[in-house]
């Protein structure tokens, strides 16, 4: 079975300038996490969703951070414009349900701002 | 505030001897508790997870304790090894039936040949 799937694992790019994450879930799993993690540092939920709801996304920073995920399946973090503080792992992880059950993750997305 | 606090930044342990990690937390109220692994460059990994009834839970060689009363819990692994040298975390949810799962900030544990 195929693990959580992300792209690109690395990115790039200057600041101000857009930039846009995918993660493909292990199939079947109706809740989908994005994290973002600093070196050193514990991942810090950006927002979950169950299905295609966002159920929460209190700690995404809206004036600057997008996602979607359509038909409840793949996701998409979108950062426009990005800044140098941005630069970080952003994660993916699924799981089969809320609430106590395991969260499998990608390998995670390295974004370097310059 | 909420705070989870893992004992150490680094821990370094003598191969074969028993490495014990530590979680704490502050103004939570867990239902359950997860240790995730994760090596450089990867994504975490799922280890174990223990419920707020729930003393105590084994896989091999880890064992994880939660006092819910102390508000921690203590990660286990036994006759470690190189192999074993990795960044663990803790990770809490279930807080108040909220099913946000939180992390700590990690241990890196280095097994010593």
């Known amino acids: 079975e195929a693990g959580v799937v992300q792209s690109p694992r690395y990115k790039i790019i200057e600041k101000k300038q857009p930039v846009a994450f995918w993660c493909n879930p292990i199939?079947?799993?109706?809740?989908l996490y994005w994290y973002l993690q600093n070196l050193g540092q514990g991942p810090e939920l950006l927002i979950r969703?169950?299905?295609?709801?966002?159920?929460?996304d209190s700690q995404l920073p809206k004036d600057r951070f997008s996602a979607e995920r359509l038909k409840g399946v793949d996701s998409t973090l979108k950062i426009q414009p990005a800044e140098l503080g941005d630069s970080a792992v952003y994660l993916c992880?699924?799981?089969?349900?809320?609430?106590?059950?395991?969260?499998?993750f990608g390998q995670g997305t390295r974004l370097t701002v310059v | 505030s909420q705070k989870i606090e893992q004992n150490s930044e680094a821990l370094n342990i003598q191969e074969g001897k028993t490495a014990t990690l530590t979680c704490n937390y502050t103004?939570?109220?867990?239902?359950?508790l997860q240790w995730y692994r994760q090596d450089p460059g990867r994504g975490p990994v799922f280890l174990l997870l223990?419920?707020?009834?729930?003393k105590e839970k084994r896989k091999e060689r880890l064992k994880v304790t939660f006092d819910t009363t102390l508000k921690q819990s203590l990660f286990h692994i036994t006759a470690s090894q190189p192999a074993d040298s990795a960044t663990y975390l803790c990770?809490?949810?279930?807080?108040?039936?909220?099913?946000?799962?939180?992390f700590g900030t990690g241990t890196r544990l280095t097994i010593i040949p």
């Open positions: 103004n939570y109220s867990p239902a359950y």
């Open positions: 969703y169950e299905n295609e709801e966002a159920v929460d």
């Open positions: 199939s079947g799993h109706n809740t």
């Open positions: 992880a699924s799981s089969s349900q809320t609430g106590s059950s395991e969260a499998f």
């Open positions: 223990i419920r707020e009834n729930e």
């Open positions: 990770a809490l949810g279930g807080d108040f039936g909220n099913e946000k799962l939180t």
